[in-house]
């Protein structure tokens, strides 16, 4: 079964980008020629000549990135972009959310073109431009035209110190519409992602390349084919069904957050050695403690007693979960338990957890890591930036600042006091997972 990209705005493409780059080299370096069949039946389609061509489709209000992002993929030899498949116009969107223009046929085209549709991955950002704004308008014209599709938002979520001035209003903005149209959506931070690009990959002069390659390392890891309990030893058909089933098992909880390891410079990865128990140690830890790189974890954290499930948004440390998927790949990986992550202690108590925890293996290394793991959370690790965006988009509501701004783009006051209401919702849902 195959998925479709539709990336949108600057950071979608770019994103989208890097992400089938890692993907096309990673199935091409496979071991085994199933892998590497799966891998490009579910991301590419093939020319009469035999070449890849990445199921996506490119939109942004102004033609740039969209020329840079298709040039990128050409000039790596190995996979490209469908001439036709992308849209843009000369004006640019502005930091207007209510902006969008319909890109329904083009979707339409690329869906035509798989055998079997798994679903759609709509990639944006929650900031502003085109990756909030129409991305959401994109995300409801998906979601009327594929109602029963799987459809799978991933966002970038702003920098905490501001990208653009009114972000926290469109990332409100975005997120509850978004809440109600998409079957979950996974999460990046741009300080987390920076952070690692800074201590664990050592990169000096940090730019939106370096911060995009490791979001798209991340998101591959997930993405890739591999073996799951059910699949009888063929790579598994349908990837977001899957990873929907397991992860967004409850309309109210759709927050997906990620973390992988090892991470580390390239350069360094041939002078270092992993073992699944020390790996998984780590990734317990970070799960437990919401540490998102293994530099910096909080080995104090421990899961209460059950006397002392309190989960709130002020209390404890520890990260409780609805839901995780542990993905492992490489070498002796069948040999690799679960590192304590199916622990019962570590979950809500109203889920058990033989259905809260899945496992999902390839013999096939990633990216050149001879072992990695990444575990994919539907948790509480979101919580707290989730609440600290609506605290500051709420604060400047108070005042009204700016609120002009979308008024004359049709969205109201009441527009705003809906998308509040419903994201302090979430907010409490996910504080009183216990």
């Known amino acids: 079964m195959s998925v479709v990209t539709v990336q949108l705005g600057q950071c979608g493409n770019q994103v989208g980008q890097e992400l089938f780059d890692i993907i096309c080299s990673d199935a091409q370096e496979g071991q085994r020629k199933t892998y590497s069949a799966a891998s490009c039946e579910r991301f590419f389609h093939q020319t009469a000549q035999g070449d890849l061509v990445a199921r996506a489709l490119l939109v942004d209000m102004e033609p740039k990135v969209i020329n840079r992002s298709m040039s990128m993929a050409?000039?790596?030899?190995?996979?490209?972009?469908g001439a036709s498949s992308h849209f843009s116009q000369k004006q640019g969107s502005g930091n207007n959310w209510a902006n969008g223009d319909a890109v329904e046929e083009l979707v339409r085209r690329e869906v035509e073109r798989c055998d079997r549709l798994a679903g759609l991955i709509a990639m944006m950002s929650v900031a502003g431009g085109t990756g909030s704004g129409v991305g959401t308008y994109v995300t409801q014209c998906l979601r009327d035209i594929y109602p029963s599709s799987f459809i799978l938002n991933h966002?970038?979520?702003?920098?905490?110190?501001?990208e653009v001035i009114v972000q926290n209003y469109n990332s409100v903005l975005t997120l509850a519409h978004l809440?109600?149209?998409?079957?979950?959506?996974?999460?990046h931070e741009n300080d987390t992602v920076h952070r690692i690009c800074s201590r664990l990959l050592n990169i000096k002069h940090i730019s939106f390349s370096d911060v995009n390659r490791v979001i798209a390392h991340q998101l591959g890891s997930i993405l890739q084919p591999t073996l799951t309990a059910d699949s009888h030893g063929a790579y598994s058909r349908n990837p977001l069904g899957e990873l929907?089933?397991?992860?967004?098992?409850?309309?109210?909880?759709?927050?997906?957050?990620?973390?992988?390891?090892?991470?580390?410079?390239?350069?360094?990865?041939a002078y270092s050695t992993f073992s699944w128990p020390g790996l998984l140690k780590h990734l317990r830890q970070m799960l437990i403690s919401n540490t998102k790189m293994e530099e910096g974890i909080d080995w104090q954290v421990r899961p209460p007693a059950d006397s002392g499930r309190s989960r709130s948004l002020t209390g404890g440390s520890f990260n409780t979960s609805l839901a995780n998927l542990l993905i492992l790949r490489g070498k002796d990986v069948y040999s690799a338990e679960t590192g304590g992550i199916d622990d019962p202690a570590l979950y809500t108590s109203w889920l058990s957890s033989k259905e809260a925890f899945s496992l999902w293996k390839s013999p096939v290394p990633f990216n050149k890591y001879e072992k990695s793991a990444t575990l994919v959370s539907n948790s509480q690790a979101l919580l707290r930036p989730l609440d600290d965006m609506v605290g500051k988009a709420w604060n400047m509501f108070a005042s009204r600042a700016y609120i002009h701004q979308y008024i004359k783009f049709g969205i109201s006051e009441e527009d705003f006091l809906d998308s509040f209401t419903s994201l302090e919702q979430v907010i409490s849902s996910y504080s009183q997972l216990c």
Not at 244 to 269: D, G, N, R
């Open 179 to 187: 809440y109600q149209l998409s079957d979950a959506i996974l999460v």
């Open 74 to 81: 050409a000039k790596s030899g190995r996979w490209s972009y």
């Open 244 to 269: 929907v089933s397991a992860l967004a098992c409850h309309p109210e909880y759709k927050l997906l957050s990620l973390c992988t390891i090892p991470q580390m410079a390239s350069s360094s990865i």
């Open 155 to 162: 966002l970038t979520w702003p920098y905490g110190t501001g």
